[in-house]
């Protein structure tokens, strides 16, 4: 028989061929870790809930479930965290990252609506564990050690719970009602929680029928620095008139009183709040004095905007000198080559009714001094890496150990102690850390991602701030959260868009039950179109097996 040109088999043959033989390279599906996740330190499953919201309201429970697996205050977090997962987004490259942390704080706020709860599933397990500190770490280990099955009692020193995030987080940022409802769902859970009640013995307590400890108390305690200054000069901490104004001592009759014109000493978020604070509290002229330029000033961007929005002056390169009643003396500073601050000699007078010192914070470390085996490094507490200290049983977290001081640090700290705890309490091993490879953005094909700018939360106008600890951010309407959990890329894990089946010139992706798909190797020549056209980089080009 005459074939017609370029055709080598008879029509209907090919099948019978299996062409997968001249493969030196064949493509096989991955599920590769998102930097969104990658970047969560509460170790959020970012893409699953993203992926559950983008369904609309009948998926909003499940996605804020899928938070809740980790974090147990989305509410609070989509206030106040600093969004380390936006930073990361691979979106971010194309257009605008993903407003992940918009669509938490709607998801957060949708659940107080709706009143959702967390239902404690498992049996009791007969074990008793103390938590020291009803902070963001010490709550968030108390709520999983709940879902374990442990008994949980949280122990706090202060009035109400919440401890930096009611003490150190302005209500402009953070709205007590929010923060009080997240906590109340904790305590319904069945968690025990004991106010005014500082632990002085830590061994003490254990004895006392509790078979492990959490110690996570916060950074209450500002650090202080030495300046020169006049018997009438007025030096106040930033930790204290931040605390003063949640919770004013019995001797004071309202907020601390700072003057008309308030200076803060310090570059850090600490010193954006006591700033922003003073201009709440009447102060016509709020002014930050940091001995080092913008670039190097760890206060987070937003801050730093939302302050110079208020009218906070800044005066960078600059330190105090002297204090005295109504008058600071400021030098000049100048960086040398190691970025490093050096005094240049050259003063001037700052009119100023109070300085406000924002240097950083410690925490009270007491509650563990003497206790055999604990070890202290610069003013924090030694821990392994399952968060247990040199005393068996003991765990640390939070602002005690060597960590970033933040919510979702810290939060995120009390999941890792409660599972270690845990585990501990089993006589188990640590429970492993297994991840995937994070997916870089030159993984993705982002042709078949539609432009969609990010979008906007509100905000008050400056003027209307001022006066008033009103929350200064808004939220996003449903529509505008559901836009924006679209916006999300998949990045690393295959979201069954079918590319992969269309594409392929051999027929060899065959769809399986579930949105997922598999290839057949027999017919599979690994061209390679599968993984090109793969919008979220989740099919891989490997070597073939010899």
């Known amino acids: 028989m005459r074939k017609p040109f370029a055709i080598t088999l008879d029509v209907g043959s090919s099948r019978a061929n299996h062409t997968g033989a001249w493969r030196t390279e064949r493509p096989v599906y991955v599920d590769r870790l998102p930097p969104c996740n990658h970047a969560c330190p509460a170790g959020e499953n970012i893409q699953q809930w993203l992926y559950d919201a983008e369904e609309g309201p009948a998926r909003y429970e499940a996605a804020w479930r899928q938070i809740m697996r980790d974090n147990p205050f989305p509410a ?57 500190g009803a902070g963001p770490s010490g709550l968030s280990a108390a709520y999983h050690l709940t879902l374990l099955g442990h008994a949980v009692t949280v122990k706090d020193a202060g009035a109400a719970p919440g401890g930096m995030m009611r003490y150190g987080i302005p209500k402009y940022r953070l709205p007590r009602d929010i923060l009080d409802a997240e906590v109340s769902r904790i305590r319904d859970m069945g968690v025990t ?80 709040d006591a700033a922003r604070t003073a201009r709440r509290l009447g102060a016509s002229e709020a002014v930050v004095v940091y001995r080092r330029t913008r670039e190097k000033m760890p ?9 110079l929005e208020e009218g906070v002056t800044m005066r960078w390169l600059s330190t105090v000198a002297h204090a005295e009643a109504g008058t600071l003396t400021i030098e000049k500073m ?40 604990v070890r202290f490094s610069d003013g924090v507490v030694e821990v392994g890496p399952d968060l247990m200290t040199g005393h068996a049983g003991i765990f640390a977290g939070g602002d005690m150990v060597p960590s970033e001081r933040t919510v979702t640090v810290a ?136």
Request: hydrophobic content about 40%.
């Open 76 to 132: 609070i977090m989509g206030r106040v965290c600093y969004r380390p997962c936006e930073t990361a987004c691979n979106r971010a490259q194309l257009d605008s990252a993903v407003g992940i942390n918009s669509v938490e704080r709607f998801l957060g706020d949708e659940s107080l609506r709706r009143g959702w709860t967390v239902p404690v599933t498992v049996s009791p397990t007969g074990k008793k564990v103390l938590v020291v």
């Open 193 to 272: 929680l004991e106010l005014n009640s500082k632990v002085i013995d830590i061994r003490a307590e254990l004895r006392s029928g509790f078979d492990a400890a959490f110690v996570a108390v916060g950074a209450h305690i500002g650090r202080r620095a030495y300046i020169p200054a006049g018997d009438s000069a007025r030096i106040l901490d930033a930790v204290s008139v931040l605390r003063d104004i949640e919770n004013p001592l019995p001797s004071k009759t309202g907020p601390p009183l700072l003057g008309r014109r308030v200076a803060v000493y310090g570059g850090g978020n600490t010193a954006m």
């Open 299 to 307: 206060a987070h961007d937003i801050e730093v905007e939302e302050a």
């Open 334 to 373: 100048k960086l040398d080559e190691t970025g490093f601050p050096q005094p240049t000699g050259e003063f001037e007078e700052l009119a100023a009714d109070c300085l406000v010192l924002a240097l950083g914070q410690n925490a009270d470390l007491s509650v563990l001094e003497g206790v055999p085996g």
């Open 411 to 546: 939060i995120g700290h009390g999941k890792k102690a409660a599972r270690h705890i845990d585990a501990w309490l089993r006589g188990q091993g640590s429970p492993a850390a297994d991840r995937h490879a994070p997916v870089p953005f030159g993984a993705l094909n982002t042709w078949y991602y539609a432009d969609a700018p990010g979008s906007v939360r509100p905000r008050l106008e400056a003027a209307r701030r001022i006066g008033t600890f009103d929350e200064v951010t808004g939220g996003l309407d449903e529509s505008t959260a559901l836009f924006e959990a679209r916006r999300c890329m998949s990045c690393g894990n295959c979201f069954g868009c079918d590319n992969c089946y269309g594409v392929c010139p051999d027929n060899a992706v065959i769809k399986l039950a579930g949105g997922r798909y598999e290839i057949d190797y027999d017919y599979c020549k690994g061209c390679g179109l599968c993984a090109a056209e793969c919008p979220c980089g989740a099919i891989e080009m490997i070597p073939e097996p010899s």
